[in-house]
């Protein structure tokens, strides 16, 4: 008996530090992996250390048979083996993978989804539940403010947004660019914060009178910098996540106040709001000012589909294959057709590498073998999709099954919204609306697959789930 | 999925009127199931031949799935520096695929698509395209584990399914 209780304690106070740990910690690599720039991290270890206790607890305590029998552990399970099966006909049959890297990223997935039965499983009283959502609050306080540390004090920034910067490198953030916190590329802290947002915003119903102000002004700073990080998207699905939260519950009134201080968000000056802008006039208008060939080069490079080709033309000047402007207004790797306004042209060029090359290549992907995709890996680092990710790489069976394991979660969140407990129907309420903010995200960001907001995603639903089965 | 079919590149036919590579990058002793050829054959006949050749192999009533990739993409499915101006796969899901990899330095009208542009030498002959092949095939077991895992996979989602969703 002792040991199960120490198991179980154990089991539960690594899973609290993870809760901080997963997204405080910098993406320091820990052991590189050939042919990838992704790396084994501290992280992970923790993971397998706290899977490895659980699972021990799980068998100690006999309740294998249990967590067998139930559905949504049936459905992960399924997923999983399609995973494998995708893994293995990748690897040998469609030779789309490179195996180690394949099986890799396999691992990556059930390393982030088998996180929510342990949660759901230890979090087993009302106490645990409390200390994880004071220790998630202290979290995203600290992260807000080592954002905020980054923009003004010039704080160190660690980065995974390119193959050098994947290495560790200590840097700080140069002018114009977006902070990131302490999650290593500006596009995974906005998914982190309008995940936060949503909950807080559940939360702000179900918390007593003298915890609303606190829980008002820490879902106030997340908005701050989550506006800092310019990202559309993200600031989207928090908006719908919010909405979401009054509708489930039944706090329809405030959604009229709630757009009339989104409209004021968007209307002062902010690089999210001239990013709102160009996406309007740059991708769905078509308009603003376009670069034209300088020179012969330029205009016939243009015409190729390999525009780094060598063109023959009069000119023998230096000049005639350089993009870059003299006054340095213009981006220097700037190609005729695209906007000459660098927010413009950064708001095209996001849009069109998805448009032209991620989706396309998922699409392809999915079209070799719909049913079980080309595996994990296959359709490189991102999609920026994670519906066509998961086309492409699991096909029509592994999206599928994880289909059912988010339906079955939905069904069950939702019936705590019955509930009679204010507390836990408001706190589903938002986690149920971050699911579907999170889902949204999914549209243009690969956020299943970005380890720490999907680490933490499953571990909030383990813990939306077991406040479940709280007596 | 039992049905016969080519296992190894030189079950394909040559290009017509063409050379066949020599370079060491293009023989089968330095990188699997690979066939380069010289020729003044362009994308379309080479596509359309190649199409042919690989449903006549398969003996299927209907032909390959044809993909277009991105040229660059030929550095991983093909090998590290292959040249390239087209990269298409014909694939049969979940049997085997071809990827046909085309170098055309020259329009059809032989005038250069960019500076520098040069013919190819092969035999002492001189050519306007390069087309090189690599075939991925697989084996009857592995065809059969992965049928056997899909069967199961989509007896445990009905079944699932059902439970979940009614």
Redesign the interface.
């Known amino acids: 008996m002792k040991l199960i209780k120490i198991l179980n304690l154990s089991t539960f106070f690594l899973i609290l530090f993870l809760f901080a740990f997963i997204p405080l910690y910098p993406k320091f690599p820990l052991i590189n992996i050939k042919g990838t720039f992704v790396a084994i991290r501290a992280e992970d270890f923790l993971i397998a250390l706290t899977v490895g206790l659980w699972g021990f607890y799980i068998i100690c305590t006999a309740q294998v048979r249990n967590i067998l029998k139930d ?1 949504l552990n ?2 992960i399970l ?1 997923f999983f ?2 995973g ?2 995708s893994t ?2 990748a690897s ?4 789309s993978v490179t195996p180690h890297l394949s099986v890799l990223h396999f691992l990556r997935r059930i390393e982030f989804m088998v996180l929510l039965p342990v949660v759901a499983t230890i979090v087993t009283t009302k106490k645990r539940f409390i200390g994880i959502l004071i220790v998630l609050a202290l979290t995203i306080l600290s992260v807000n403010f080592y954002a905020l540390g980054q923009q003004y004090f010039d704080w160190p920034v660690i980065s995974t947004t390119n193959s050098e910067f994947s290495k560790g490198l200590i840097l700080s953030l140069s002018p114009g660019a977006r902070v990131n916190s302490t999650f290593a590329g500006h596009y995974d802290l906005a998914v982190f914060l309008a995940m936060v947002i949503t909950i807080l915003s559940g939360l702000f119903f179900a918390a007593k009178l003298r915890f609303r102000l606190p829980i008002l002004l820490l879902g106030g700073l997340s908005l701050v910098v989550l506006i800092m990080t310019a990202a559309r998207q993200s600031f989207v699905a928090a908006l719908i996540g919010i909405i979401l939260v009054l509708i489930f519950s039944r706090k329809k009134k405030y959604i009229l106040v709630f757009l009339i201080l989104t409209s004021a968000i968007l209307i002062y000056p902010s690089q999210l709001r001239d990013r709102f802008i160009s996406t309007f006039t740059i991708n769905v208008l078509n308009l603003g000012q376009r670069y034209v060939g300088q020179t012969e080069d330029q205009q016939k490079r243009a015409k ?3 525009p780094t ?5 009069s000119s023998t000047s230096a000049q005639t294959s350089i993009f870059a402007s003299n006054s340095g207004k213009i981006a220097t790797d700037i190609t005729p057709g695209e906007p000459v306004d660098t927010t413009q042209l950064g708001v095209y060029r996001s849009f069109q590498i998805r448009l032209q ?1 991620e989706w396309p290549r998922a699409i ?1 992907a999915f ?6 995709g080309t595996g994990y890996s296959s359709i490189e680092i991102a999609t920026d999709n994670d519906f066509l990710r998961s086309l492409g790489e699991v096909g029509i ?1 592994g999206t ?2 994880f289909a ?1 394991v988010l ?2 979660i939905v ?1 069950r969140i939702y019936s705590v919204l019955k509930q009679e407990n204010k507390f836990y129907r408001y706190f589903s309420a938002g986690v149920l609306s971050m699911l579907i903010a999170f889902l949204i995200n999914g549209m243009f960001i690969d956020v299943f697959e970005a380890s720490k907001v999907a680490a933490l995603f499953w571990m909030i639903l383990g813990l939306s789930l077991a406040v479940k089965d709280f007596k | 999925m039992i049905m016969p079919g080519p296992s190894k590149i030189s079950d394909f036919k040559a290009l017509p009127k063409s050379d066949k590579s020599s370079l060491a990058g293009d023989n089968i002793a330095q990188v699997s199931n690979v066939a380069g050829y010289f020729s003044n054959n362009y994308r379309k006949f080479v596509a359309d031949y190649y199409l042919k050749n690989y449903q006549d192999k398969t003996w299927l009533f209907f032909p390959p ?1 044809r ?5 660059e993409y030929s550095w991983k499915v093909i090998k590290v520096n292959t040249d390239s ?1 087209y990269l298409e ?1 014909f ?1 049969y ?2 049997r085997d ?1 071809i990827y046909i990899n085309g170098f055309e330095p020259f329009y059809e009208d032989k005038t ?5 542009a040069s013919q190819f030498g092969e035999n002492g002959n001189s050519w306007f395209t390069k087309t090189t092949l690599r075939f ?1 095939p ?2 009857l077991a ?2 059969l ?2 049928w056997s ?2 069967s ?3 007896l ?2 009905y079944r ?2 059902k ?3 009614f």
Request: aromatic share 10%; charged share 10%; with cysteine.
């Open positions: 559905k049936q459905a399924l083996f399609i494998c099966v293995f006909s040998f049959l469609t030779h190729l589909n390999i080709l060598a063109i023959q033309t090359i392809t079209l070799k073998n719909p049913i079980l069976l599928l099954a059912l339906v079955e069904k | 799935l993909l277009n990739h991105p040229p101006t796969e694939v899901p979940l695929s250069p698509k960019y500076w520098g991925y697989s084996n592995v065809r584990l992965v895992g899909i199961f996979s989509i445990m989602l699932l399914g439970r979940i969703i």
